[in-house]
């Protein structure tokens, strides 16, 4: 199957501070990613979905300009939380689907933020 | 609203059977799909059912009913490493993937 990385795994920023994770997909070209958020024993939460070369969409009740996400190429896709909170601690996973297959979606390993 | 229900948590043996359950209501149905999710780590793909009835992949095996909108997982010959979070999830009318809270399935020795 596809490959995909996410950097960082693990990160610890300070309240009012910004991050940036980063998606690659390694193997593939991904016209479509999205972006996740997971909270403990909740299921997934799609926060936006990004295409390549134009603006992310949003889900209802995400911020977008407190969530900035950039698909620039085909294999990367950024996600930057900005001024985090400690209720933005979470846990964050990009996805992608890889042509016309819609039935399947290929996870980034996740990273965990955790804002102090 | 669109949801999806699952066990939260599922008690299993070692080399033992068990099934996970999922209902589901979406506007729009392309497909339900279950993922498994190790603690700490992200989701992985299982399995998907476009049709009615049961597809097999080695020792999972994953089914669907249109009809009573529900489907289920089937894991045999369990093993310590199939411990884990299961997750359903069902492709709604907007091609998005709604999901479950996922099911702890914990194996006993």
């Known amino acids: 199957g596809a490959v995909v990385s996410q950097h960082p795994s693990r990160v610890i920023c300070k309240s009012g501070t910004s991050v940036k994770i980063e998606c690659r997909s390694l193997?593939?070209?991904?016209?479509?990613m999205f972006w996740y958020r997971q909270f403990p024993k909740q299921s997934l939460m799609l926060m936006a979905t990004?295409?390549?070369?134009?603006?992310?969409?949003?889900e209802q009740g995400v911020e977008k300009d407190k969530f900035l996400i950039n698909h620039a190429s085909l294999t990367l896709s950024t996600l930057t939380v900005t001024s985090a909170h400690p209720e933005d601690s979470s846990f964050y996973i990009c996805?992608?689907?890889?042509?016309?297959?819609?039935?399947?979606?290929?996870f980034g390993p996740g990273t965990r933020l955790t804002v102090t | 609203g669109q949801s999806l229900e699952q066990p939260s948590e599922v008690t299993a043996v070692e080399g033992a059977i068990v099934q996970i359950n999922c209902t589901y209501q979406?506007?729009?149905?392309?497909?339900l799909s279950w993922y498994q999710q190790h603690d700490g780590g992200a989701p992985t793909f299982l399995s998907y059912?476009?049709l009615d009835g049961l597809e097999e992949t080695g020792r999972f095996s994953s089914f669907l009913s249109r009809s009573d909108s529900y489907g289920y997982l089937l894991l045999q010959e369990l093993q310590m490493k199939d411990s884990a979070s299961y997750l359903c999830?069902?492709?709604?009318?907007?091609?998005?993937?709604?999901w479950g809270a996922g099911t702890k399935l914990i194996i006993k020795p």
């Open positions: 996805s992608f689907r890889e042509g016309e297959e819609i039935n399947e979606q290929y």
């Open positions: 193997d593939f070209q991904a016209t479509t």
């Open positions: 990004s295409n390549e070369g134009s603006k992310a969409t949003y």
């Open positions: 979406t506007s729009g149905f392309y497909g």
């Open positions: 059912n476009g």
């Open positions: 999830a069902v492709m709604d009318s907007n091609y998005q993937l709604i």
